[in-house]
């Protein structure tokens, strides 16, 4: 019989059609029919775990991955991860969270949030965010000790009113980088992919990405969020965007001539830091998170799941891990994205 698949959703659709078409599949547009070889879908509350027959179908989400991908659940992943190698191994892992995330706190745990008071020092720029959002939505900086007062007042009045129904959804405080590495005097970060291609037995498997940059050059103190936020859904509100889109994605070779031109002989850079040095440094670190929850995991055979990581550099050349995002975008608006999305979903696929 004819495999078949069904995709959901509008992320990526024709690219991930395409592969399959490529291979002789055929797709099935009802999204009831459990007869499906593979699914693919943007969200996993589209896919029946019930029904899933291990061995003989394929769905692209791990039904428990927000360990990973909410922002709250990774903070947890990883404290945890080392709390149990300190205690089983007697020492912490390789490499310890402080040197994954920038110094992150639940603003909704009382110890947690008593820690972020006693470290918070007036005037200094920290980033609060929603633990279950994306795209920069709900994110806005904190700068003075009177604001950070006045937010946690403010929760706190509103959960009260809001004893009865469900609770606020839960933020985290983060250090901000307050020193980026800059391209052309622009923030940016790096989107590289995680393929959980397999969870029985696991195998777990690295692809390169690209740069996204803001449109304007970086001010601090500015207290736009474009100036800070350098999702492409945010850039695409700056209103310049038209005018400097194919700017704001660089491919990674571009990114490596870049360092190797204009910042590898002021800071003393090995040759081709971007491909020796910073991409190590991203897998070391997804391969952290991965083993913080391998254990975890919800695996069948037939879960795979697609994951888009965060990361940013500082001017210290050093590597810091964001996020991890479930359902990465695909679309190839920008040129420099043609040559990078079609190879992660082929290779998905
Ligand atoms: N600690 C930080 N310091 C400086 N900039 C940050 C920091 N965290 C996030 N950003 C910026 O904000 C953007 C959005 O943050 P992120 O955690 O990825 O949330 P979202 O899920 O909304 O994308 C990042 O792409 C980056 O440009
Ligand atoms: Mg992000």
Redesign the pocket.
Known sequence: MMSTFYIGGGNGVALVEGALLNMGWKRIVDKHDERYKLKWVECKSKINYQSFREGEQLVNHIPNCHLLTN?LGLVNSLQEYERVTLTTKGRPPRLKMSDIL?ETYKLDDKNDRESFLNTYKDGEMW?C?PTG?????G?FLLRSQQEIDKLLLERDEKQQQRKTSRPLMSRIV????HN?LLLDGR?F?IRAYMLIASTTPYLVVYHKGYVRLSCMPYDGDDTNLTT????QYIQKKDPNYKDVKEDTAWSMDKFNDYINEKVAPEKNLEPNWVYNYLTKQMQRMMLHCFNSVKHKLQCKMGYFDLYGL?F?VDTDMKVWM??I?VNPALSTNCEALKDVIPSVVEDAI
């Open positions: 922002k920038p980033i965010k959002m994306n795209q920069g939505k994110i983060q250090r901000y980088i980026p923030k970060d800070h936020l350098t999702n965060d940013m964001i996020e995002n």
